[in-house]
């Protein structure tokens, strides 16, 4: 263990100017260059392999957060960097005006995977749900015989679908949606994980419901196990397309390749992105069956990138490794001993605690830090986290880390949570 954690020596970056020496030069250039989008961690990450990373001046961290689920299979994974490296040497990218032999292959591979007949590939998560937006829209107006510009989608309260201006019209965190109006209207927020509220905002103008089977973003936060049944009887019933949004749920993160499967329920779309591009680039894709994506004709909608060779490439692989590799075994054996593990910080500093696979919201007692705090104070310790939400934040390790860098992350966890006990005695 100690040795794993040893520090590398690392040569530290640089620009046309000249090398930067360190840490605090690389954020002063950054904040002074880029837009304030983000509020980083003072964390300036080099390196990358498996589960850890390593910054510019050589010190090692257990990376706790995955790129949000990107990084699933870990930094640098040798299965996914030589699938790229292969299709470097032949071809990149060719748009959709023409076929590739990349393509065929790998729309095969994810349809198969998720159980639907068809394949419509994006690039990041947002454009897949944006995707589904259109389709739902398209299969109201064509299918079900919505008067036009009439349909309506019935989303959750808390939800995380993206940055769009049309996504954040319909998000309830004032920082994701505040200051971008005029918004685009159609949608009904309802509280998640009440099927009665959906049934309720349900009318003869509805598309679809659109949720997230687990909400990473508002802290992980898995919905009452009858919940998607729930809206599965509901959209049959009422002839809508139930969606689920498996961005950062889906691929192996709840230790299933779809986190519908844990109640059982099979919606018409799943929306993958995130690990599906293996943390080596941005691949998305709405997967449902061809009379629901059978309403989109050519010309009516397209991405130069999607489902380009490269992403073709690295996509294939991601599902040949979930069929074949440990992942979704490793996700739900390691689940559990995060599970344990938490319970015992439940009234030692901590509120709440929720796990489902390898992911895990922790509601720290606000009182006692922030989350942002929180993810500082671990960070000197070598893990990285996310907070969300004031006190809270989040785990999702790769899927690759081992049961001892795991254990020894929640034991800084539990450090912590002693440190800023004792601190308040």
Known sequence: MSETRAQVPQEPGGDPAGPIESTGEHIRLAETHSAHNYAPLPVVIAEGDGAWVTDVEGRRYLDCLAGYSAVNFGHRNPDLVAAARRQLDRVT????????????????????LAGKGQVLPMNSGAEAVETAIKVARRWAYDVKGVPRDEASIVVAGGNFHGRTTTIVSFSDDPDAYGGYGPYTPGFRTVPYGDAEAVAAAVDSTTAAVLVEPVQGEAGVIVPPPDYLPRLRELCDRRQVLLIADEVQSGLGRTGTVRACEHTGVVPDA????????????????????????????????????GGNPMACAIGATVVRMLREGPYLGDARRLGELLRTRLKEFEGRGVVAARCIGLWAGIDVAPELATGRRMCELLAERGVLVKDTHGSTIRLSP?????????DWALDQIAAVLTDLGAGRA
Do not use: C, N, W
């Not at 990218?93 to 198969?112: C, E, K, M, N, Q």
């Not at 790769?398 to 795991?406: A, G, M, Q, T």
């Open 93 to 112: 990218l060719t748009s959709r005006a023409f076929y590739h032999d990349g393509f065929a292959p790998f729309v095969t591979a994810l349809a198969d």
């Open 270 to 305: 799943y929306l993958f992105g995130k690990a599906l591009g293996g943390g080596i680039m941005p691949v998305s894709a709405m997967v449902a069956d061809e009379d629901v994506l059978g309403v989109i004709k050519p010309g009516q909608h397209g991405s130069t990138f």
């Open 398 to 406: 790769p899927l690759v880390v081992s049961d001892d860098d795991l």
